[in-house]
């Protein structure tokens, strides 16, 4: 099973930029695809963004146009580049992947916009 470690997180105000990392270790073979998701305080976990093993991409539609999502297949790191951010961004973000039917996840990162 693959293992997933994001980093990248901090706080930030509104219209800023920042990039998250997710770091794949251990076995990694036959991912059909990497996403991430985010978490606000109370509120459901939402999808983000994901990237298939081809290389397709895709987003929610609060964050089409300012997210990118990109990986380096060298390296076993997928991105999620955010810009402009808001405050209503401000969660934990969560890298995950599918294997085999199976989903992993990461431990999170903090993303906090405020002013």
């Known amino acids: 099973q693959v293992q997933l470690v994001e980093s990248g997180g901090g706080l930030v105000q509104p219209g800023e930029s920042l990039r998250l990392s997710c770091a794949a270790s251990?076995?990694?073979?036959?991912?059909?695809?990497m996403r991430w998701s985010r978490q606000a305080p109370g509120k459901e976990r939402e999808w983000v963004a994901q990237i298939t093993s081809a290389g397709s991409q895709d987003y929610a539609e609060r964050v089409k146009g300012r997210f990118t999502i990109s990986r380096d297949i060298a390296t076993n790191t997928v991105y999620l580049d955010m810009n402009n951010l808001q405050p209503e961004d401000t969660a934990v973000y969560y890298c995950?992947?599918?294997?085999?039917?199976?989903?992993?996840w990461g431990q999170g990162t903090q993303v906090t916009v405020s002013s």
């Open positions: 251990g076995r990694i073979e036959n991912i059909a695809f």
């Open positions: 995950g992947a599918q294997q085999r039917g199976i989903n992993s």
